[in-house]
């Protein structure tokens, strides 16, 4: 299994984290899309990062919607949720093969994948090279863009990551 990358949101001291702070004690030992899948979410949940319209009916990100995403971080975490569930027309509910938890969540990796591409150069550290550092983001979201199924231009949330 590859080395995840995702060291830019950086983890607050135990007496810098709020209370409803979200950890993931479990995820290294989850499949290589779990630990993506998971760790997006939980630092969306943990850093409150901005999430575009997502639902088919065209409603904002709101706080109940941060609080379903750290639910499903945490429940990928101690290995209760498939992400599976996530591919398209893996197990379609509407019409187009999409189910609610993807229209959820694929928009909001699509954003976390975007926020970190934005701070990964802000946060290098001593020695590290900007192309590596670059490299390893694209990998990652080559690597969900296949997951997810939303390489397919068919895909009703292709336009998110493309």
Not at 4 to 14: A, E, G, L, M, N
Not at 131 to 148: E, G, M, P, T
Request: include cysteine.
């Amino acid at each position: 299994m590859g080395q995840i990358f995702h060291r830019t949101f950086p983890d607050p001291s135990d007496a810098e984290r709020p209370s409803w702070y979200l950890r993931l004690p479990n995820i290294s030992t989850r499949s290589r899309a779990a630990q993506l899948v998971a760790t997006a979410l939980a630092a969306v949940f943990n850093n409150r990062i901005p999430v575009e319209d997502h639902t088919p009916v065209e409603d904002p990100c709101d706080d109940n919607d941060h609080s379903d995403l750290g639910s499903v971080a945490r429940e990928i975490d101690e290995g209760h949720f498939d992400v599976e569930t996530l591919n398209w027309k893996a197990v379609g509910t509407f019409e187009d093969g999409t189910n609610y938890i993807q229209w959820l969540v694929i928009p909001t990796l699509a954003a976390y994948m975007k926020a970190t591409k934005d701070i990964a150069l802000v946060a290098l550290k001593d020695g590290e090279n900007a192309d590596d550092v670059l490299a390893q983001l694209d990998n990652d979201r080559a690597y969900l863009i296949s997951f997810l199924g939303v390489d397919n231009k068919a895909h009703p949330m292709f336009t998110y990551f493309n």
